[in-house]
Nanobody, 121 residues
Framework: QVQLVESGGGLVQPGGSLRLSCAAS????????LAWYRQAPGEERELVAQ???????YYSESVKGRFNIVRDLPNVAVHLYMNNLRPEDTAVYYC???????????????WGQGTHVTVSS
């Protein structure tokens, strides 16, 4: 069973930057969409940024112009560069990948375990 492993969360001051990384625990046959979601306390999980299988990026309005999603296909990885962070960006960030593990298996969605990001002075 493939796992998505995240890293890079932590505490940062407003206006600061962080890079989140997510990598699969093994190689896969095909990669579809790769995305980052976040969930703040008491809130629903929301899509932050996504890169589709053709590389087209999508950003939520709240992060557009501040966040950048980058795919690393050879390593089955995706990174989220977060700049000019705000207190309202505080959340648990989850990596998501739509992956086909082998040629014979159907594609499915996989989630990382989540990494905490706290933006506070």
């Amino acid at each position: 069973q493939v796992q998505l492993v995240e890293s890079g969360g932590g505490l940062v001051q407003p206006g600061g930057s962080l890079r989140l990384s997510c990598a699969a625990s093994q190689g896969v046959f095909a990669i579809g969409a790769l995305a980052w979601y976040r969930q703040a306390p008491g809130e629903e999980r929301e899509l932050v940024a996504q890169t589709s299988s053709n590389g087209e990026p999508y950003y939520s309005e709240s992060v557009k112009g501040r966040f950048n999603i980058v795919r690393d296909l050879p390593n089955v990885a995706v990174h989220l560069y977060m700049n000019n962070l705000r207190p309202e960006d505080t959340a648990v960030y989850y990596c998501y990948g739509y992956l086909q593990i082998t040629e014979m298996s159907p594609a499915a969605g996989y989630w990382g375990q989540g990494t905490h990001v706290t933006v506070s002075s």
